[in-house]
Each structure stands twice: as C-alpha cells, then as structure tokens.
C-alpha cells in the first residue's frame, strides 16, 4: 500500500497530474510522509539490512530516503530533468526560485556520482523514500539540513551561470547514465519531470498556470522533510490560473529548440480526459522569478525569421528587391492584382498616352493663344498696272548722236540712238557737284564752309585762258566758299575750280576720280567712265542714258536743284575785267534756264565730244507736276551747242504736249485686303479718284502701300490703312485707302490653328 502510494505521488508531482487529480496526488503524499515519520523508529541497521534483503524490482520494501537513494536513479531523473527542461531564455535566467524546483538537487547528483557499483542495484522498496536515519540527533539533523540547502542555493547559483551561457545547455543533458536494467526502469524525478514541448501551432492562450514556487516548512524540526517531489507542488489556485494575454493579435512564442518529453509512468488514478494538454499549459507558462514581470513575458520572444523570400502576385519571391508597384498596391490594399490581358493592357496604355496627349494639348492651347499676334499686312488684289489709250509717241529726234526723254517717276517716253560711250566733255561736271553736294552737304541758303584756293588752281586759270578752257578767275590764297565754287563749276563749266574742289575733298584729283567711278556703278552706269573731275579729257565718256540715270538722282537735291536752275551767280574771286572769265557776273551756258520749264542741267563741248546737254524741265499735268529729263550727245553740227540746244527744246516741248491726265483707279474701288496673317482678310478701297499724268501708249505701275504706318489689328470701317501709288519721285501719284468693314483680331480657333 504504501509503495502504491507512494508511486503515485511520484507519477503525479513528476508528471504534473491534471486538476481534477490534484487532491488525490497531494493526499497520496501527506500519506507517504507520515510513513515515513513512524518508520523513523527502526534503527538504522535494520533499515539497512532490511533495504538489503528486500532489494528487487519487485519487493514490497519502501523506497530508500533522501540521502538513501539510488545515486543512479537520481542521476537518471537529473539527466532526464535536463533533457526535457525547455531552453531558458536571458530573462528567464534571472528567476533563481521557479528554475530551482526544475533542476535536481545537487546532492542527488553528487551522490549519483560517487555511488558507484551501488547505483545499478535494485532499491529497497520498503524503505521510506524521505526517512532520516534513526539514530540521527536533532543538532545533526539541523546541520545536514543547512548542508542541504547550501548545497541547493550553490547548485542553483551554478545552474544560473549555465543559463547566462546558452551555448552549454547541449552539453548538460548527459545521456550515458540511463538506467541499464529493464527489469527496474529509473522512476523519473518528482520534481523534475519532463514538460512536454509545445510545437509551433500550438495555442498560447490553452496553456495553464504557472508553477508556484511552494512556501517553506515553518517548523523543520516537527518532522522530516518531506520528498523533493512533494516540496515542489503547486498550489491549487496557481495550478489552475490560466494566462490572459494582454495583446492577442502579438506573435506566438515558439520554442527555439524542439525537445522530445520523456513521458512518466501512467497512473492508475489519472482521469480520462485529462491528457498532456492540460501538463503542457502548466510547464508552458512557468512562474516568473521577478516580481516586475508581467504575465506576457512567454510572448515576448520573438519569431524566428522565415527565409523563405516574399511572394510576389505571381507566386513567385524575390528576395533581390521590393515586389512590383501592383503587387506592392496588392499588398497595401489587401487586393490581389486583376489579371493581366491584352484589353487592360491597351486600356492603361490609353490612359497613360492619353493623359500625356492631353496635357501637351493643355500646353499648345496655352502657348498659340499667348503667343503675339502676326502683323497684318496690305495686299494688292486689283490691277498692277494701267496702259494708256492710243499708239507709239512720236516725239522730235535729233538726227545724230543720242538723245532720251523720261518723265520723272513715271516712265521713258523714248530714245534715240545707240547707246554706246561717248565723250561728254563738262556734262561730267554734274558727278563732281553731285559728290561734293553728298559728302559736303547744304542747307537751302546756307553757303558752306570756305575753300582755300591753292596755286595750282591759279595756275589752272592761267593755262587755261590760253587753251581756251572754261575756267574763272582766282588766285592763290583767296577763301572762297563751298556754295560759290559750285556755282563757278554748273554755271560758267570752271574747269580749274572744279579740280580745286576735288583736290579738297578727296586731297588729290585721283582719289576724287576713284570716288566718281565709285560711284556710277552704284548708280548702274555701266557705260561709264570717268578720268577727269572736269571732263576736259576725251578719255571720260558715257551715255545719254546713263547721265539721265545721273540726272534723276542729283535733282533730288533741293540744293542742286536750285543751282542748276540759276541762269547767273556774282563772283568773288574775280577782278570785274571786260573778259568772260574775269567778269563779275558769270552766266549759264545753258541758255534753256529760265525758258519753257527748263530748270538745268548742264551743258559740255569739246572738239571730240560735239555739243552735249543734259536738261530739265518742270510741267504741270493736272494737279500735279512732273520732271521732264532728257539729254541730247554727239551733236557735231556747227554751232555744237547751238545744235544741242535746239534738240533739246524741241523734246522738251513735245514731251510736254504729250502728257495728259487720266484716271486710273476710281473712288470706292476696290484695290486691296488688309489679311490678319491668320486667314483673316478685311477689303480695302480708295478713298478718291486716283489721277496719272500719262501719255499715249504708257504703261504705269500701281502700288499699294501702307505708307510707312503699322496697320492695326482691328478697326473699324472706313480707316485709313495705306497708300495706292503710281510713279515715283516727281511724278508720283497716290491716294489714299480704308477699310471696306471692321478689322476685328483673329479668332481663338484661327490662333490655336496657326502654323506660322
């Protein structure tokens, strides 16, 4: 009875019987320790001989005392004590009270240690397994107890050093000191007995209470101490307290190193229905040794990493980098991507292209409707030209030489001759005064400033007269002014003064020469040559046509102009002798001036040359009045100049009589559009008759311009907008045009469509 007992204390405190057998295992143990107490009575030997001779697995003797025991079946419960026992983790390491009712008394492993042959002997099952020797005194007993508890309190202080090093935990769970017998199996250690490991599913809030560590006997001396097994119970309100984890949804703890339980021997008393889950609650969540841990402290361990790479929508990992933007999207959402097809595919391309396509339109609409409008700009759309009623002009040609008449601005109205170079003795003089007037500007009424008379134009004078040169009297140091000496070269043709005026404009008579030459290609004179300022060589020749081209150019000159049209000036350098070049009064060859309009040229005769006349005159045609410019070379007909002369005024005359006024453009023609530049156009007319002098058979241009003014962008009807042009220079003709309707700014279709 008492070794049935006993064995079922032993199964229940090593095992961790279930709750609903805690009463019988706690009375089994009370049972066991009052047994032993009455045995304390026999005297040492007879429990010794007694343990001898009923030593056998199956004897009826008790189980030996504490010091008594098996050094092999401790060492056995020690060994699998280790091995069962769950790693204890740094924190866990600093609860000295709960870790050392789980590890084997030090002394039980000593004497396992030194037992010997002794320990592979069967156990006295008669003895009592807590009994103390009979013989032994209080003072002993109180000595052996303080021996015991101090070497407890250094086994635990080791075993703590074990557990700040978890690398040796391997290393104590000896496996050589199994119980070699099978006849009598090792009876696993009360206190220490395995606790089974709970796997990764298992559920953290099923498990039970922890081990309480259990309070100390107030009164040792009252009676023997009670086995290890039975100091190491739970109390019935701890066994039963069940874990409430404060935050749920933390991970559950695993155990870092999975160990197989070393089950205990079944129990006769054990309840149905009260398996291992019920033990592995209990060992699962153990009782904290420090008061300032809480009750998570079991899940504050956390999980091991997994290596298994993250799992992208595809089902595949990829552990190089962060899964794709969808499955990243996925992933946030808690929605797994759409799958992938041609149709979604071509729609996010559309809304992709499209968003950018419309964000450029966004920008292009911005930019046309920002950007500066076009100038708008007058177009002609009406007639470029008008031709006269009637046949060819006739007018009187000489009947030598060369000879042209032109209208200023208007047209040719004939020539006469082959235009080959010729000499054109002082018509070339028209150049000189021409450069002079240009680089050496005059106002109207202004004389200039002075020109030194040097002695080589005194010279000139004096070689002159005897060479029957036009030359006019000076001497060397007289000032005489810019103004005067251009009147010496028009009029009285000064050949000596108009090689002064070149040596002081240019330095030398040759640099001046160049600048003549120069000067007629820009004209487009191409069939002249120039060699002389005076003319006087023969090697200095042109054209009838190009001196008209001359001509044209030096009358717009109001100071040539008003020269060239002087029939006399008043010398100043001159001693008022009776001769021609040293009167006063010097005269014009030209003996036109003043007569029928005519206001100049020039006029130039040599031997080589004949008699030559470049002429102009003004006549009034309509409301306007026209240049008539015309030249008469090669007249060799005694008397030269006579011949020219009279040449001359005959054209002069019929050029004259036959220019006639006529309408060209009527008043509200329309003539034009004025055209925005971004398709716009708005119709212009003329705002009165437009009247040309013409003659018979001439054809005039017509122009439309804006006559120098910016047109506006919008107007309103009626204004005034440019110019409609016929001739240039003298004879030109313009009236003026406006708008037909309102000139309005261009639409915002016509600027964002535009290209230009």
Request: proline share 10%; aromatic share 2%.
């Amino acid at each position: 009875m008492n070794e049935k007992n006993s064995a079922k204390a032993g199964e229940l405190s090593g095992k961790e019987a279930a709750p609903g057998d805690e009463a019988d295992a706690v009375n089994a143990a009370e049972e066991a320790a009052d047994r032993a107490e009455a045995r304390t009575d026999t005297t040492p030997a007879d429990q010794t001989d007694k343990g001898a001779d009923e030593v056998g697995p199956n004897s009826g003797g008790s189980e030996p005392t504490r010091d008594q025991a098996d050094p092999a079946d401790r060492a056995d419960r020690a060994d699998k004590t280790l091995v069962a026992m769950r790693p204890v983790s740094r924190q866990d390491s600093a609860q000295p009270t709960a870790d050392a009712v789980s590890e084997p008394d030090e002394g039980q492993a000593d004497a396992a240690t030194s037992g010997g042959e002794a320990a592979r002997e069967p156990r006295d099952d008669g003895a009592a397994s807590s009994t103390p020797p009979s013989d032994e005194q209080p003072e002993q007993r109180e000595e052996r107890e303080e021996r015991e508890e101090r070497e407890e309190r250094e086994e635990r202080e080791e075993r703590e050093e074990r557990e700040e090093q978890p690398g040796e935990e391997g290393k104590q769970q000896p496996e050589a000191d199994a119980p070699k017998s099978p006849e009598a199996p090792a009876k696993p250690h009360p206190v220490s007995a395995p606790a089974p490991v709970r796997g990764p599913d298992a559920n953290p809030e099923s498990a039970p209470a922890p081990d309480p560590q259990p309070a100390p006997d107030p009164d040792p001396a009252r009676k023997p101490p009670a086995p290890s097994w039975a100091a190491r119970r739970e109390s019935d309100s701890e066994r039963t307290s069940e874990f409430v984890a404060l935050k749920p949804d933390l991970p559950r703890p695993t155990s870092p190193r999975p160990v197989t339980p070393t089950p205990g021997p079944s129990s006769s008393g054990e309840k149905p229905g009260a398996g291992s889950g019920d033990s592995d609650r209990t060992r699962e969540f153990t009782s904290p040794s420090r008061a300032d841990n809480d009750r998570t402290m079991a899940l504050t361990q956390p999980p091991a990493p997994s290596a298994a790479a993250p799992v992208t929508s595809s089902g595949t990992g990829d552990a190089a980098g962060p899964p794709p933007p969808l499955d990243l999207l996925a992933q946030l959402t808690n929605t797994p991507p759409k799958a992938e097809t041609v149709g979604r595919t071509v729609a996010r391309r559309i809304k992709i292209w499209g968003t950018l396509v419309a964000l450029l339109a966004v920008v292009l609409v911005a930019v046309q409707a920002l950007r500066p409008l076009p100038t708008p700009t007058l177009k002609l759309t009406g007639k470029s030209s008008h031709t006269a009623d009637g046949g060819a002009l006739s007018l009187p040609w000489p009947t030598e030489g060369q000879a042209v008449v032109d209208i200023d601005g208007l047209g040719r109205m004939g020539s006469y001759g082959e235009m080959k170079p010729l000499p054109i003795g002082s018509v070339a003089k028209v150049m000189t005064t021409y450069l002079i007037l240009r680089d050496h500007p005059l106002k109207a009424g202004d004389k200039g400033p002075s020109v030194p008379v040097d002695q080589k134009a005194e010279d000139d004078y004096t070689t002159g007269v005897t060479e029957k040169e036009s030359v006019v009297e000076v001497k060397a140091g007289q000032q005489i002014s810019e103004l005067e000496a251009l009147q010496a070269v028009m009029l009285p043709s000064a050949n000596n003064v108009a090689r002064l005026l070149a040596r002081w404009d240019a330095s030398t008579e040759e640099a001046f020469i160049k600048k003549m030459n120069d000067t007629a290609k820009e004209l487009g004179m191409t069939n002249t040559t120039y060699t002389d300022a005076s003319g006087l060589i023969e090697s200095t020749v042109s054209t009838a046509e190009d001196q008209v081209k001359l001509a044209k150019r030096a009358m717009t000159d109001p100071v040539f102009r008003q020269i060239a049209k002087l029939p006399s000036y008043q010398s100043t350098t001159t001693s008022g002798g009776s001769t021609v070049e040293t009167a006063r009064t010097q005269y014009n060859f030209n003996k036109l001036v003043p007569l029928n309009g005519v206001v100049g040229i020039k006029t130039g005769s040599t031997t080589k040359a004949g008699g030559n006349l470049l002429f102009a005159a003004e006549t009034t045609v309509g409301d306007s009045k026209q240049l008539i410019i015309g030249a008469v070379f090669g007249q060799h007909k005694t008397p030269i100049i006579g011949t020219a002369t009279a040449a001359s005024k005959s054209l002069i005359l019929a050029a004259d009589k036959a220019l006639r006024s006529e309408t060209v453009v009527k008043k509200g023609e329309v003539v034009g559009q004025v055209d925005d530049g971004l398709g716009g156009t708005v119709p212009v007319v003329a705002a009165k008759d437009l009247t040309v002098p013409v003659w018979s058979g001439a054809s005039v241009a017509i122009k439309l311009t804006d006559d120098g003014k910016a047109l506006p962008h919008s107007a309103n009807a009626g204004t005034e907008v440019g110019m409609l042009t016929v001739g240039s220079g003298a004879g030109e003709a313009k009236v003026p045009v406006t708008l037909k309707d309102d000139l309005s700014e261009p639409s915002f279709g016509a600027k964002l469509t535009r290209l230009g």
